[in-house]
Structure formats: structure tokens, C-alpha cells
């Protein structure tokens, strides 16, 4: 009966405890555990404490909007492992928030996306060195008078060789892009020729391309003026690419310079709207203002690379999440 005496009063706590208990929460910045704490509390007893919840998660709102502008800033300097740790620890004390989920999941697939985009670079660089120690040394060994003289024995070149090429194999069969697959088959081939990953390379090459297609009726100024009217800089440019083939005169030439000059203030706006959805982890939103400017501008290189990487995080955080839904359903 003492035992049970003695329990019931260490949960049931005077006022004063609970209020010393909350502003340590408070002065940890620790809201998640503040609101735990008022959510557990009996309305009767504790109505002054609990007349301060709409203040503290106030105070927890504006914690998780000033730690997405922290991680987003970090994010920008490619920081983005201390964003993650950032993120991962405000959430740790913070009430549940949608915000936070969304990018740590989405700074999560960015850095995966870029980490591996940065082991490829190592790898095509290591079988760039490997290529050029064993030319070297192919001809110090025609100069050698033995082993003795090499740096390295042909024997621990060839397993190198060997390792490096199951590396590039490996990688590359990560890879959807055919030309990314084919440039890193292409250094293991070099590396270690095998018959089968020819047959695979050969399967890679681009098909003939179709014949050209007869050359369209000449271009009007009408038909540019038109198109600037409505604001279709997607017409504009075609009117402006077939009349550069067919010869154009002086008054079409001249509209066409100004279509040049709208298409790349509008590419470098697309380009930034985008980095600013993916910043704020509208990710589609930003794949589709930089593919509007790829398919105008596919030798942009910015709009070109920004587009690849969202895209790869876009399939990244695809993958995750399938994986999260099988995992749930097991």
C-alpha cells in the first residue's frame, strides 16, 4: 500500500514541478518535449500552464521556419550533409511538421543523387590515371633489363586493372542514361577487354538517324509577329531556326534578334524560379520550368545539368518511397 502511496505521488505533481519542468523545455528550445508535457496535463489543475500552448507553438513554428531557412541557405553553399544534420536535429525537437519531413526527404535524395554522381567522377578519373601508368609502363618495361627497374610488376597492374574495371562495370549498370553507360563501359573495356561487354557497348551505339525531312515553306514576319503576340517563344524560335535555313530578309532578321535576346532573359528566369521551388522542395514545379528551357535551349549547359540532377533525385526519392510503402506493408 506504501509502494502505491509513494507512486501515485510521484506522478501526480504539484504545479511548480510541471512549470520548472516546462521552462527547461523552453530554454532548450526543446518544443516537441513542451507540448508533450502540456498535452498530459488535466485542463483543471493546469490552466495557466496550458493558456501558454497557442504561445509555444507559435514559438515552435517560427523554430522550423527559421531551421528551413538555415538548411536552405546551407543547401545553397553545398552543404548539405550539415543541412541534413540540421534538419534531422530540429526535428528531433520540434512537434511533428510536414515542412521538415518533406526536405529532409528531399535533401536526403539530392545528396545520394550527388554523392554517386561524385563516386562516377572518381572512378572515370582513377581508370584515367590506371590507363596512363600502364602505357608508361609498357614502355619502361621495353627499356628494363628486369622487374627490379618497374615501379610496379605487370602482374599487380592487371589485378588493379581487373578490380577497377568490375567497378566501372558495376557502376554503369546503375546508370539509365545509354551515353552515361557507354562512357564508363568504354574505360573498363579499355581497362580489361572483355567479348561480352563489347556485345553490350555494340548494343549502346546509336541508331542511324532518320533522313531529313523536306525544308518547310519560308517563314513570314505574320507568323513571327503572331507568335510574339501570344507569347510563344516555343514558335517563335522554330519560325526563327527555319527561316535562318531558308534565308530570310532584313525585317524577320531583326525580330529574330529580339526573339534571341526575350528567349535568354526567359531562360535565366526559368532557371532561377526552378532553383527556388527545389529549394523549397517543390520539386516538380522546378523540373518543369527547366525542362521548358531545356527543350528551347538543350545546349544550356545550367538549365541542362539542373534538370539531370532533379530528375535523379526525382527517381531517388521515387525509389525511397516505394521501398517505405513495401516495407509498411510487410
Known amino acids: 500500500m506504501l509502494l502505491l502511496i509513494l507512486q501515485g505521488c510521484a506522478v501526480v505533481l504539484p504545479p511548480e514541478m510541471h512549470e520548472d519542468r516546462l521552462e527547461r523545455f523552453l ?45 536552405e541557405r546551407l543547401a545553397a553553399d553545398g552543404d548539405l550533409a550539415l543541412a541534413l544534420v540540421t534538419l534531422r536535429q530540429a526535428r528531433d525537437r520540434l512537434p511533428d511538421d510536414p515542412r521538415l519531413e518533406r526536405q529532409i526527404e528531399l535533401l536526403t535524395a539530392t545528396r545520394t543523387v550527388e554523392l554517386e ?16 601508368r600502364q602505357r608508361l609502363i609498357e614502355s619502361m618495361s621495353r627499356l628494363a633489363t628486369g622487374p627490379g627497374e618497374l615501379p610496379m610488376g605487370p602482374e599487380e597492374l592487371q589485378r588493379e586493372a581487373r578490380a577497377l574495371a568490375r567497378a566501372l562495370d558495376a557502376r554503369a549498370a546503375t546508370h539509365e542514361d545509354p551515353a552515361e553507360r557507354q562512357a564508363l563501359l568504354q574505360l573498363a573495356q579499355a581497362l580489361v577487354p572483355s567479348e561480352q561487354r563489347a556485345q553490350t557497348l555494340a548494343a549502346l551505339q546509336p541508331s542511324t538517324p532518320a533522313p531529313a525531312r523536306d525544308t ?23 519560325i526563327c531556326t527555319d527561316a535562318a ?48 528551357g531545356h527543350e528551347l535551349a538543350p545546349e544550356h549547359a545550367e538549365l541542362q545539368a539542373a534538370l539531370e540532377r532533379a530528375e535523379r533525385v526525382q527517381e531517388r526519392l521515387e525509389s525511397l518511397r516505394d521501398r517505405n510503402a513495401a516495407v509498411r506493408t510487410q
Do not use: H
Open 27 to 71: 530554454a532548450a528550445e526543446d518544443y516537441r518535449a513542451a507540448l508533450d508535457l502540456l498535452d498530459n496535463l488535466e485542463s483543471a489543475r493546469f490552466e495557466p500552464l496550458l493558456e501558454r500552448k497557442p504561445e509555444i507553438a507559435a514559438a515552435a513554428n517560427r523554430a522550423g521556419r527559421e531551421v528551413l531557412g538555415q538548411a
Open 117 to 132: 554522381a561524385l563516386n562516377t567522377d572518381y572512378l572515370r578519373l582513377e581508370a584515367a590515371s590506371l590507363l596512363e
Open 216 to 238: 518547310p515553306a519560308s517563314p513570314t514576319v505574320a507568323d513571327l509577329q503572331q507568335a510574339l503576340a501570344g507569347d510563344d517563344l516555343e514558335s517563335a524560335q522554330r
Open 245 to 292: 535555313r531558308a534565308g530570310t530578309d532584313g525585317a524577320l532578321a531583326a525580330l529574330c534578334q529580339d526573339i534571341e535576346q526575350r528567349l535568354a532573359m526567359q531562360l535565366e528566369a526559368w532557371l532561377e524560379e526552378g532553383r527556388r521551388l527545389y529549394a523549397t522542395g517543390d520539386i516538380d514545379a522546378a523540373i518543369d520550368r527547366w525542362r521548358r
